[in-house]
């Protein structure tokens, strides 16, 4: 997915370059209605992953974007005669700020950094813990905290709406907790420090 979601931002780019679009409006006081895809990419998911969000400039340059996050994915797999279901839900909020850089013809660039906070279940019937005939249910339960760096722009293709792409250098920290059939079994934690895909971004201006 990385690949080709790169190649079509630098389309937007060069898009940009060639046909007029609107005049970037990164002042103090301009509002946006912020729709994102693809942005948690970062934590390794994909499927039915988005957020909605808000970006206000409380000065020049310099903006504040909130949003509230969600993914979910279900899957079914046979494994022999035994039928396995998985799912995973994830809900969370992210702040980040941002600092503009000076615009190109319709293209406004920025930097910035910000925090996330997820919550994530995993839940599925294991079959590795078959006993009797019977499935155990696992359930694994997470706390995320995600610190990161970003890097992206927003193509302004008319006065009120804008297309964007960002990547970001994160470090995230993970909590969690496991258990079989409503007993908790173990806690674990993990950390990792790396980059992430891009995410896509639709903006209402207003």
């Known amino acids: 997915m990385r690949v080709p979601l790169l190649i079509g931002l630098c389309v937007v780019l060069a898009a940009s370059a060639a046909f007029a679009g609107g005049t970037p409006n990164t002042g103090m006081g301009a509002k946006q209605m912020v729709f994102e895809f693809s942005g948690l990419s970062n934590l390794g998911l994909s499927p039915y992953a988005g957020g909605f969000g808000f970006r206000y400039f409380y000065a020049d340059d310099t903006g504040i974007r909130g949003s509230l996050n969600f993914a979910y994915d279900s899957d079914e797999d046979k494994v022999g005669d035994v039928t396995v279901d998985e799912s995973m ?13 000076a ?5 406004a660039p920025y930097m910035g950094i910000g925090i996330g906070y997820y919550y994530q279940k995993d839940e599925s019937n294991d079959v590795v813990f078959r006993f009797a005939d019977e499935m155990l249910k696992t359930e694994v339960t997470s706390n995320i905290i995600v610190i990161p760096l970003v890097a992206g722009f927003q193509w302004y293709f008319t006065e009120a709406l804008s ?15 496991t258990s079989y059939d409503g007993e908790k079994a173990f806690e674990s934690t993990a950390s990792a420090f790396g980059f992430s895909a891009a995410s896509v971004f639709f903006s209402v201006h207003f």
Do not use: P
Not at 103 to 107: D, G, K, N, P, T
Not at 163 to 172: F, H, N, V
């Open 103 to 107: 615009a190109i013809a319709s293209v």
């Open 163 to 177: 297309l964007g792409g960002e990547y970001r250098l994160s470090y995230r920290y993970e909590s969690g907790e």
């Open 89 to 101: 839900t994830l809900i969370g909020a992210t702040l980040i700020w941002e600092k503009y850089m």
